[in-house]
């Protein structure tokens, strides 16, 4: 069944006017949703002419689908599929995505993959973690030309503080679940963040590199209206 607003499988009602109420396409959260109904969920984006953001997509699931659907885009390492039926306009702003270490690497390419998808231009800077203070020096230039910046770090999650005190833009603060057994599964690093004394963070769940991808998008939009 279609109205207006969604579409009805039954066991899901797709969203296929959130363009038109946020100005972004539908994002597909895959985990919890078999092969069968997370292919009939693409098709039908597919068969509308939609656009649609798939995160947390196992290869298993991936593999199964593009059986049935064409012109996906998949990445391992971040876990994101593209189902892009038209090209999104090119927001006017960069967004740097910085990680602590490589094991950060999985959340940081979620918020980056998440921002190209919907019309971001996007830097990467990895691997800058405190433990090594002087590769983020390096890099600061770099990072102090960007509109929006994420931080993504596990462990005791100083990467956000540390750039927020040396930069004018605001930091997105991403928190992962990387760590030893007191880290508590990212709790440790989302505690930092949320107590760090450097103004002009803002924190997002753990391991939610999705939810920084979409929030720098929205600021670089805010922008993009200041300057019309």
Same mark, same amino acid.
């Given at each position: 069944m279609t109205s207006d607003n969604y579409t009805d499988l039954g066991f899901a009602k797709l969203d296929i006017s959130r363009a038109d109420r946020t100005g972004?396409?539908?994002? &597909?959260?895959? *985990?919890? %949703?078999? %092969? @069968?109904?997370?292919s009939a969920i693409l098709k039908t984006f597919s068969d509308q002419s939609k656009s649609v953001l798939g995160t947390r997509c /196992?290869? @298993? +699931?991936? @593999? =199964?689908v593009c059986r049935e659907v064409s012109d996906l885009n =998949? !990445? *391992? &390492? /971040? %876990?994101? $599929?593209?189902? +892009? %039926?038209?090209?999104p306009p090119r927001l006017n702003g960069k967004i740097t995505v910085c990680?602590?270490?490589t094991a950060d690497l999985p959340v940081a390419e979620e918020a980056a993959r998440t921002a190209e998808f919907f019309g971001a231009t996007t830097e990467r800077c990895f691997d800058i973690g405190i433990a090594g203070i002087h590769r983020l020096f390096a890099k600061l230039n770099d990072i102090? +030309?960007? !509109? &929006?910046?994420i931080a993504v770090a596990g462990m005791e999650g100083? $990467?956000?503080? &540390?750039?927020a005190g040396l930069v004018d833009s605001p930091v997105i603060a991403v928190p992962t679940s990387v760590g030893y057994g007191a880290s508590f599964s990212g709790l440790s690093a989302l505690l930092t963040m949320l107590n760090s004394c450097a103004e002009g963070i803002s924190v997002v769940n753990i391991d939610n590199g999705f939810g920084a991808g979409v929030l720098a998008c929205r600021i670089i939009r805010l922008l993009e209206r200041k300057r019309k």
């Amino acid at each position: 069944m279609t109205s207006d607003n969604y579409t009805d499988l039954g066991f899901a009602k797709l969203d296929i006017s959130r363009a038109d109420r946020t100005g972004m396409n539908e994002t &597909v959260f895959c *985990p919890g %949703k078999t %092969k @069968e109904q997370l292919s009939a969920i693409l098709k039908t984006f597919s068969d509308q002419s939609k656009s649609v953001l798939g995160t947390r997509c /196992s290869a @298993e +699931q991936f @593999e =199964y689908v593009c059986r049935e659907v064409s012109d996906l885009n =998949y !990445d *391992p &390492v /971040s %876990k994101t $599929l593209w189902l +892009q %039926k038209n090209t999104p306009p090119r927001l006017n702003g960069k967004i740097t995505v910085c990680t602590g270490g490589t094991a950060d690497l999985p959340v940081a390419e979620e918020a980056a993959r998440t921002a190209e998808f919907f019309g971001a231009t996007t830097e990467r800077c990895f691997d800058i973690g405190i433990a090594g203070i002087h590769r983020l020096f390096a890099k600061l230039n770099d990072i102090r +030309q960007a !509109d &929006v910046i994420i931080a993504v770090a596990g462990m005791e999650g100083a $990467l956000p503080g &540390v750039i927020a005190g040396l930069v004018d833009s605001p930091v997105i603060a991403v928190p992962t679940s990387v760590g030893y057994g007191a880290s508590f599964s990212g709790l440790s690093a989302l505690l930092t963040m949320l107590n760090s004394c450097a103004e002009g963070i803002s924190v997002v769940n753990i391991d939610n590199g999705f939810g920084a991808g979409v929030l720098a998008c929205r600021i670089i939009r805010l922008l993009e209206r200041k300057r019309k």
